[in-house]
């Protein structure tokens, strides 16, 4: 059973940092592509980043570019999302996603990680 | 303003079919594909509808999709109460290097 489990939200104060991660099981990580997708209290999805399988693409939305760099190790299964200069409009849910390998079709999520950005 | 949209609410009775549309116009809702995401309250999104009328094994063939060279829809027909949730339609735009979501629509069984 694919499983995709976040971890790292906190409460933060505005311009600091935190690192989400995702650890995946149940299927083999390092085949696919894999995506960070927020949702902030109330309101709709906004797809954040993407890496590719190998990590060698790497996209992110003109939202978070220069603030945030998402990353994977692939040894250890896992996804992370490393979050600077946080601004009260990146308080969200953050979901990692398994990208299915057809475009922009994300089959597997995780349960969400919350970030609170607030003095 | 989101590049795909969506109308912000639908709403039909148990047994009905309801549609929710969501429409593309720059760049044109013809040159991608759509996938659909439904939300049910307090859970994470599911994959629903891929590559514009794909159904995920597991997704009940009640749910069905079609995209026009302007709009995409999805359709629910015999509806049921557990249908009630957020749906989102969503595609991967190359033009622009971005995954974008639709507004989402809630869609409510009365």
């Known amino acids: 059973e694919v499983q995709l489990v976040e971890s790292g939200g906190a409460l933060v104060q505005p311009g600091g940092s935190l690192r989400l991660s995702c650890a995946a099981s149940?299927?083999?990580?390092?085949?696919?592509?894999m995506t960070w997708v927020r949702q902030a209290p109330g309101k709709g999805l906004e797809w954040v980043s993407y890496?590719?399988?190998?990590?060698?693409?790497?996209l992110h939305a003109d939202s978070v570019k220069g603030r945030f760099t998402v990353s994977r190790d692939n040894a250890k299964d896992s996804l992370y999302l490393q979050m600077n200069s946080l601004r009260d409009e990146d308080s969200a849910v953050y979901y990692c996603?398994?990208?299915?390998?057809?475009?922009?079709?994300?089959?597997?999520w995780g349960q969400g990680t919350l970030v609170t950005v607030s003095s | 303003q989101s590049v795909l949209t969506q109308p912000p609410s639908a709403s039909g009775t148990p047994g009905q079919r309801v549609t929710i549309s969501c429409s593309g116009s720059s760049p044109k809702i013809g040159s991608y594909d759509v996938n659909w995401y439904q939300q049910l309250p307090g859970a994470a999104p599911k994959l629903l509808i891929y590559?514009?009328?794909q159904r995920p094994s597991g997704v009940p063939d009640r749910f069905s999709a079609s995209k026009s060279g302007t709009s995409a829809s999805l359709a629910i027909s015999g509806l049921q109460s557990e249908d009630e949730a957020d749906y989102y339609c969503a595609a991967w735009i190359a033009s622009l290097n971005s995954r974008v979501f639709g507004e989402g629509t809630k869609l409510t069984v009365l």
């Open positions: 149940g299927f083999t990580f390092s085949r696919f592509a």
């Open positions: 996603a398994r990208d299915s390998g057809v475009v922009g079709a994300d089959d597997s």
């Open positions: 590559n514009n009328n």
């Open positions: 890496i590719s399988s190998s990590g060698d693409r790497i």
